[in-house]
């Protein structure tokens, strides 16, 4: 699969890498991200999901094991990634949501911007948020089937999408004992990708159980706190000298300076 597209990008890629469970609001938050700096919004569970609703090879083959809320094969995503990334749209970076989901994942996402010579910074944000709360949003939360918009439970008034109309579904892999298996797998895999990236990053950990707009606010002053700070993959062929910088800041929708 090529990705000429980063091999040929002059500046590096800035890659956004949120981690959090099921319901801690990673979906909402890498959406509002990329409106405020300008990157597109990879999620690999759209990706997925779109496959699925497309009656895609892919989607024929990843459907079950989605609905039982395990994980999908890393070559799978990988190659699925691959595509995604390599459009001319990523050029100067993206938010990556859901992915990596496992340490290979993750060394597998660096050996490709190795091969294709790409020169990459990396900023790592993972969302904290109790259990309880976890399951708090995801109980009643339902989600937009045409552009993947979560409505969390307190729009339960609302049964269509703001933004196209489309009736809102609950997600297979929202019902209850899906989720329950969702955040087991989530347990158990996340420690491995924080040490991982602990390595040459240093991840960033956010409290989650806070108002959407306080916890944007936190990750933006974060990311151009650090913007300065070396956060290259390591293994990667950077240019000597420091990085200009690609993060452009608008401000997110309603809200004040943060
Ligand atoms: P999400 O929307 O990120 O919660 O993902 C929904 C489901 O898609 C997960 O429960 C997995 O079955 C699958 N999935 C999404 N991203 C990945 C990934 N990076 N690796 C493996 N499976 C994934």
């Known amino acids: 699969m090529s990705t000429t597209v980063l091999r040929n990008s002059v500046s590096p890629v800035n890659t956004i890498i949120v981690l959090g469970p099921p319901g801690s609001g990673k979906g909402t938050q ?6 405020a700096l300008g990157l597109p ?92 709360a976890l399951f708090r949003r995801l109980a009643g939360r339902r989600t937009c089937p045409r552009c993947g918009r979560i409505f969390g439970p307190l729009s339960v008034s609302t049964s269509k999408c703001d933004v196209d109309g489309t009736d809102l579904i609950i997600r297979p892999d929202d019902r209850e004992d899906t989720v329950q298996t969702r955040l087991a ?45 070396n956060h290259e993959v390591q293994s990667s062929v950077n240019a000597p ?9 608008h401000k997110p929708r309603g809200q004040a300076n943060g």
Do not use: K
């Not at 890498?30 to 409106?35: D, N, P």
């Not at 595509?83 to 290979?104: K, M, W």
């Open 185 to 229: 797998v989530f347990a158990q895999t996340v420690s491995p990708i924080v040490d991982y990236y602990a390595n040459s990053n240093s991840v960033v950990e956010v409290n989650a159980d806070r108002p959407i707009e306080e916890v944007t606010n936190s990750i933006l002053r974060e990311l151009h706190r650090r913007e300065n700070v």
């Open 30 to 35: 890498c959406q509002r991200l990329a409106e």
């Open 41 to 132: 919004h990879i999620s690999t569970g759209d990706l997925l999901r779109d496959h699925v609703s497309r009656g895609t090879m892919l989607g024929l083959q990843v459907r079950e094991v989605m609905n039982r809320g395990e994980l999908i094969s890393d070559e799978a995503v990988l190659e699925m990634l691959r595509g995604r990334i390599s459009q001319a749209d990523c050029g100067h970076g993206f938010i990556l949501d859901g992915f990596p989901r496992t340490r290979n994942q993750a060394e597998m996402l660096d050996q490709c911007f190795v091969d294709a010579g790409a020169s990459v910074r990396q900023w790592v944000f993972r969302l904290m948020v109790s259990e309880e």
């Open 241 to 249: 000298g420091s990085p200009r910088s690609t993060l452009r800041r």
